[in-house]
């Protein structure tokens, strides 16, 4: 089973993702294929412009869609639940419905403001510093971060708006936790 987890910035993808974990599910996340790929870059997550224009040269010579490729890489004959987590764009989807099969996408939703006080909160070192990086980030997000206003109907939303199941995290860990139970009973009895 492969469970595709998507959402905006702060919206509780991480931490459905360490619950699937806990679910004996294997996690792989797009963001940490990113700071991999920086790593060896050498280019340090705390540039901002330097990580933009990797990101945007990286898409450039190896399409869009690159961060799925590598996730379906890291994807092993064995694995029997795995989830693909911080997708943002229709291209990676597209690219895994190719190459994956059986592929749910789980939509999670928050508001805006809760979104911004969990990332205050969360303080990862990429994570925006105050509510103007917040925005800009939130609309990068929406267009999978591509730089074109256009590239909004390939963006995230429009990825949450293709999933098979939504989950609204506008609430504690455990009513996110109960909503995630109800989700996979569902995947569960239609599998």
Excluded at 92 to 110: G, H, Q, T
Excluded at 180 to 187: F, G, H
Aim: glycine share 8%; hydrophobic share 35%.
């Amino acid at each position: 089973m492969i469970l595709v987890v998507v959402g905006l910035p702060g919206s509780g993808k991480s931490t459905v993702a360490e619950m699937l974990r806990g679910e004996g599910f294997t996690v792989i996340e797009f963001g940490d294929i990113w700071r991999e790929l920086l790593e060896k870059a050498g280019i340090t997550k705390k540039d901002p412009i330097a990580t933009r224009e990797f990101t945007r040269k990286l898409r450039e010579e190896h399409g869009k869609d690159i961060y799925a490729k590598y996730a379906v890489r890291k994807i092993k004959k064995g694995m029997k639940h795995v989830v693909l987590m911080g997708l943002r764009s229709t291209y990676e989807l597209d690219y895994l419905k190719k190459k994956v099969k059986d592929i749910k996408i789980i939509s999670i939703r928050s508001p805006f403001e809760t979104r911004y006080e969990r990332l205050m909160e969360r303080a990862k070192p990429e994570d925006p510093k105050n509510i103007k990086d917040f925005r800009w980030l939130e609309t990068r997000e929406k267009r999978g971060f591509l730089s074109d206003k256009k590239e909004e109907k390939h963006g995230v939303l429009v990825v949450m708006q293709k999933a098979d199941y939504a989950i609204n995290n506008t609430g504690t860990i455990d009513g996110l936790k109960a909503e995630l139970d109800k989700v996979l009973s569902k995947i569960d009895s239609e599998w």
